[in-house]
C-alpha cells in the first residue's frame, strides 16, 4: 500500500500563485500525478511525472503556468501553480501509479490522497 497526503490549497485571487505539496510513503518508479476536479466536472489529469527519466507532461490547459517537480529524498510531489485562474477552482489530487500507461487517465493510478482545495476568485 501507499499513502499519499495532499497540502497547500488555500484561496486566492486570480493572477495569484499556489504551491501544493504531497508526502507519499513510498514510490515505486513509475508516474506521479496531478489530478483536479470540479464540481459536475470529470477528474482532470493535469500533469504527471515520470521522475526516473525526466520526464514531464502537462494538460493544454496548465502548460506554461504550472510546474510539477518531484524530490524522491524528501518522499514529495509539488505542483507549482502560477497565473490562477477562476477555472482552475477544483479539489486537487496526487497520485500514483503502477505502470506507464497513459498519463492523463484516471484508470494508470492506483493510489490517491484525500485531495486538498484550490479556490481561485475574480
Known amino acids: 500500500q501507499v499513502q499519499l497526503v495532499e497540502s497547500g490549497g488555500g484561496s486566492v485571487q486570480a493572477g495569484g500563485s499556489l504551491r501544493l505539496s504531497c508526502v507519499y510513503s513510498?514510490?515505486?518508479?513509475?508516474?506521479m500525478g496531478w489530478f483536479r476536479q470540479a464540481p459536475g466536472k470529470e477528474r482532470e489529469g493535469i500533469a504527471s511525472i515520470f521522475a526516473r527519466y525526466r520526464t514531464t507532461y502537462y494538460a493544454d490547459s496548465v502548460k506554461g503556468r504550472f510546474t510539477i517537480s518531484q524530490d524522491n529524498g524528501k518522499n514529495t510531489l509539488y505542483l507549482q501553480m502560477n497565473s490562477l485562474k477562476p477555472e482552475d477552482t477544483a479539489m486537487y489530487y496526487c497520485a500514483q501509479s503502477s505502470s506507464a500507461n497513459s498519463w492523463n487517465r484516471a484508470e494508470t493510478y492506483q493510489y490517491w490522497g484525500q485531495g486538498t482545495q484550490v479556490t481561485v476568485s475574480s
Open positions: 513510498r514510490y515505486n518508479g513509475y508516474f
